[in-house]
C-alpha cells in the first residue's frame, strides 16, 4: 500500500519515515503551539513529513483523580488551530463512536487505541468519517490479528489505513517490542513504531504509569532498521510536569538529535 493517506503522510524524495509526534494529551493553547512550533522547525530542517499528535482527552485512566483533558471542543480547537498555523494535518485518538464524527471535524487522522482496537463499531465509526484511520496494535494481539482490524475499515470503503505497534505486554509491569511484527503488519498496512508508548511500565502501585525514556534512541534506531514507515512518539518541554505519560515522554530538547540520528540510519537503510 503506497503512503499517499493524507500529502504530508508519504515517503519523501529521500523515501524518509514519518513522524506522528506532540504532547500525549492538550494541556493548553500555549503548551501545544510551543511544542508544534518547535517540532515544525525540526522536520522541516529534516524533511520528515510530520504530523502533530494530542489527545483531545484521556480515557484509559488508572485512577480516577487522573488528568482526563480540559474540555472536549476546548482541545480539539487547539487541534485544528495547530494545523492552520504550522500547515500540519494532526491526529487524536477517539474513544467511543460518539467522538468518531465530532473528532473528524477537526483533525486528519482519527487514531484507535490499542486497548479498543478490536471494537468493530469504533473501527468502523472513524473509518466512515473518511479520515485515516491509525490503528494502534493490541498490547494483547499478535501481529498476524492485526489484518482483520485492518480489513474493517478496508470494508467500510476507506482505504487510508495505518498499523501502529506499540509493544506487547511482558508480564504484568512491562511492554516489549517484536520487531518481526513489523514487516509482517507492512502486509496489510503502512505500519508505525510508537516508541514512547513501547516503553511504558504499566500497572505500577502508584497507579501512575512508569515508563524508560532512556531506552527511546535504542527502540527508534531498530524500529527504522527493521523498516518502519513511520515513528510515533510523545515529546515535552517538561516531561517531569507533563499531565499525561510524562514517565515515558521524550524531552523536547532531545528531538532533534535522535531524528538527525534516524534520518542518517534511514539513509543508510535504504542506499542497501
Known amino acids: 500500500m503506497k503512503l499517499e493517506l493524507v500529502p504530508q503522510i508519504k515517503h519523501t524524495q529521500s523515501n524518509n519515515f514519518f513522524l506522528l509526534c506532540g504532547p500525549c494529551a492538550i494541556e493548553g493553547e500555549d503548551m501545544a503551539m510551543r511544542i508544534a512550533e518547535r517540532v515544525v522547525s525540526i522536520t522541516d530542517k529534516l524533511n520528515i513529513p510530520y504530523v502533530f499528535k494530542g489527545s483531545f482527552k484521556k480515557a484509559n485512566r488508572s485512577r480516577v483523580d487522573s488528568f482526563t483533558g480540559i474540555g472536549d471542543q476546548k482541545a480539539l480547537k487547539i487541534l485544528r488551530k495547530v494545523s492552520e498555523t504550522f500547515k500540519v494535518p494532526t491526529i487524536t485518538d477517539i474513544h467511543d463512536v460518539s467522538d468518531a464524527q465530532k473528532a473528524a471535524e477537526y483533525v486528519d487522522v482519527l487514531q484507535i487505541p490499542a486497548f479498543l482496537v478490536r471494537q468493530t463499531d469504533l473501527v468502523v465509526a472513524a473509518a466512515e468519517t473518511g479520515k485515516v484511520v491509525n490503528l494502534k496494535k493490541g498490547q494483547f494481539m499478535s501481529p498476524e490479528s492485526m489484518k482483520h482490524a485492518v480489513q474493517k475499515v478496508l470494508d467500510s470503503n476507506n482505504q487510508q489505513v495505518l498499523v501502529t505497534d506499540r ?37 505500577q502501585s502508584s497507579g501512575v504509569t512508569g515508563g524508560r525514556p532512556d531506552m527511546i534512541e535504542t527502540i527508534a534506531r531498530a524500529g527504522i532498521v527493521t523498516g518502519a514507515d513511520g515513528i510515533f ?40
Open 167 to 203: 509493544g506487547t505486554m511482558f508480564g504484568y509491569q512491562d511492554m516489549i517490542v517484536d520487531f518481526r511484527g513489523i514487516p509482517t503488519m507492512k502486509q496489510y498496512a503502512p505500519v508505525v513504531l510508537d516508541v514512547t508508548h513501547s516503553l511504558q511500565q504499566p500497572n
Open 233 to 272: 512518539m510523545e515529546t515535552h518541554f517538561d516531561p517531569s510536569n507533563a499531565k499525561s505519560d510524562g514517565a515515558n515522554m521524550l524531552h523536547l530538547d532531545y528531538l532533534e538529535k535522535l531524528l538527525t540520528n534516524l534520518v542518517a540510519i534511514r539513509k543508510t537503510v535504504n542506499s542497501l
